[in-house]
Nanobody, 123 residues
Framework: QVQLVESGGGLVQAGGSLRLSCAASGRTFSSYAMGWFRQAPGKEREFVAG????????YYADSVKGRFTISRDNAKNTVALQMNNLKPEDTAVYYCAARSQGVTRTPNNYNYWGQGTQVTVSS
C-alpha cells in the first residue's frame, strides 16, 4: 500500500518555473515506478513524465520534453517534477501515481494516486 501527497502547485506567469513534489508513505516506495499526470478542465488525464523504480529510466510527453525534469529520492520517499519555461497550456491539476511494474503512459495502469495539486500558468 502506498499513499501519495503532492505539493508545490500554484500560480505562475508564462516562462516561469515550479517544482512539484510527491511524498510517499510505505516501506516499498523504491520498488514502484512513478508517474506524473495532469488533467485540464474538460480533458482526459494525460501522461506528463515517468521514472523507473531505480531512477535510471525517465520518460516524458513530447509536449514537456526539454522543459520538465522528473527525479526521485528513494531514501526520502519522494518524487519531484521540475517545470521550467511554463506555458498557459500547462495549466492543469497535476497528479503523481505509483505502479508496481514499469513506467507506462496509461493512467489506468497505475495502482495508487495522490489527490492532485493545481498548476495555473497565466499569459
Amino acid at each position: 500500500q502506498v499513499q501519495l501527497v503532492e505539493s508545490g502547485g500554484g500560480l505562475v506567469q508564462a516562462g516561469g518555473s515550479l517544482r512539484l513534489s510527491c511524498a510517499a508513505s510505505g516501506r516499498t516506495f523504491s520498488s514502484y515506478a512513478m508517474g506524473w499526470f495532469r488533467q485540464a478542465p474538460g480533458k482526459e488525464r494525460e501522461f506528463v513524465a515517468g521514472i523507473s523504480w531505480g531512477g535510471g529510466g525517465t520518460y516524458y510527453a513530447d509536449s514537456v520534453k526539454g522543459r520538465f525534469t522528473i527525479s526521485r529520492d528513494n531514501a526520502k520517499n519522494t518524487v519531484a517534477l521540475q517545470m521550467n519555461n511554463l506555458k498557459p497550456e500547462d495549466t492543469a491539476v497535476y497528479y503523481c501515481a505509483a505502479r508496481s511494474q514499469g513506467v507506462t503512459r496509461t493512467p489506468n495502469n497505475y495502482n495508487y494516486w495522490g489527490q492532485g495539486t493545481q498548476v495555473t500558468v497565466s499569459s
